[in-house]
C-alpha cells in the first residue's frame, strides 16, 4: 500500500518496503541530509525529527506507520524564520554541530507542547540528544532565552 504523507509541507507517495526506516528515506530519496545517522537503535537523538508534534527517532521509525502524517526535518525549520534555530545561533550553541539538528528538533517538540517547561521537563526532553562536544548548557541557555527561565 503506498503511504501518502508530508514531508516539510510538501506532499510525497511512499510505495517502497513499509520496514524501511524514515531516516533513509529522508536522507537517500529525499536528499535530507541534515537528519543524521548516529547510533540507530534510538539512544542518541541524532535522528530525531518531527512528527506532527513530537520528536522521534527517525532511525528507528518504519515508513509503513507514516500514513496520513506530517514529517518536519531540521530542513523545514531551518526554511522558516525558525526561533529555536535562531536562539541557538544566538547562544551560538553548536560546536562540530552533528547533534544539532537533533537538539533543535527535540527543543522544538519541548516547546510545542509545553510552552514554559520546567528543568524536569527540559532535562527529560533534552537527554534523548548525546552531544559529544559537550554544548549542553549552551543549548539550555538557548531554551531558557526562548522561555524566559533560567539554565543551569
Ligand atoms: S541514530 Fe537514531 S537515535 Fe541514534
Ligand atoms: S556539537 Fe558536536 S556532537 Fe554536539
Not at 527517525?58 to 526561533?83: F, K, N, Q, S, Y
Not at 528543568?119 to 534523548?128: G, H, K, L, V, W
Request: hydrophobic share 40%; with cysteine; glycine share 12%.
Amino acid at each position: 500500500m503506498a503511504i501518502d504523507l508530508e514531508v516539510n509541507g510538501v506532499a510525497r507517495r511512499y510505495d517502497g518496503p513499509p520496514e524501511r526506516p524514515l531516516l533513509w528515506y529522508l536522507r537517500e530519496d529525499l536528499g535530507l541530509t541534515g537528519t543524521k545517522f548516529g547510533c540507530g537503535v534510538a539512544l542518541c537523538g541524532a535522528c530525531l525529527v518531527l512528527v506532527g508534534d513530537a520528536a522521534v527517532p527517525a532511525c528507528r521509525t518504519a515508513m509503513g506507520g507514516l500514513h496520513g502524517t506530517a514529517v518536519t526535518t531540521i530542513e523545514g525549520l531551518a526554511a522558516r524564520d525558525d526561533p529555536v534555530i535562531a536562539a541557538w545561533r544566538d547562544a551560538q550553541v553548536p560546536q562540530c554541530g552533528y547533534c544539532q539538528p537533533g537538539q533543535v528538533i527535540a527543543a522544538t517538540a519541548l516547546l510545542r507542547t509545553t510552552p514554559r517547561p520546567s528543568p524536569t521537563q527540559t532535562e527529560a526532553a533534552m537527554d534523548r540528544v548525546l552531544c559529544r562536544c559537550g554544548t549542553y548548557q549552551r543549548a539550555r541557555r538557548a531554551l531558557a532565552a526562548l522561555t524566559g527561565g533560567r539554565h543551569g
